[in-house]
């Protein structure tokens, strides 16, 4: 297939509107090309902040854990003290010869 004389004489007259369109699309591509930088740029910076929240969320987070830990195991120990005390009281105010001893009086 070759090309004819007529074929460029009516494609020189669309080479101004070819230019045009390809310029548009160049510089769209450039233009989005500075978008997506700055969406990137501005994803870095926001995930930089959101790990710096995150960091402090979660070492309060464990602090808290860390204080319900300790208070749960404090109330065990004061419940197993508290459950020692009572158990030595009660040995100790009750006499083990009570009630062995039956004394019948006639």
């Not at 090309?3 to 080479?15: A, E, R, V, Y």
């Not at 978008?35 to 790990?51: A, C, D, F, I, Y």
Request: aromatic share 0%.
């Amino acid at each position: 297939m070759s090309i004819k004389p007529i074929d460029l004489q009516t494609n020189m007259g669309q080479i101004h509107e070819i230019s045009k369109g390809e310029k548009m699309r160049t510089d769209g591509l450039v233009e989005q090309q500075h978008l997506l930088e700055k969406e990137s740029n501005e994803q870095s910076r926001l995930s930089k902040s959101k790990v710096e929240e995150n960091k402090k969320a979660d070492s309060a987070i464990i602090l808290r854990d860390d204080q319900s830990k300790r208070r749960r195991r404090e109330e065990r120990e004061k419940r197993k003290r508290q459950q020692d005390e009572s158990s030595t009281t009660a040995s100790t105010m009750r006499d083990e010869r009570l009630g062995k001893i039956i004394d019948i009086k006639k």
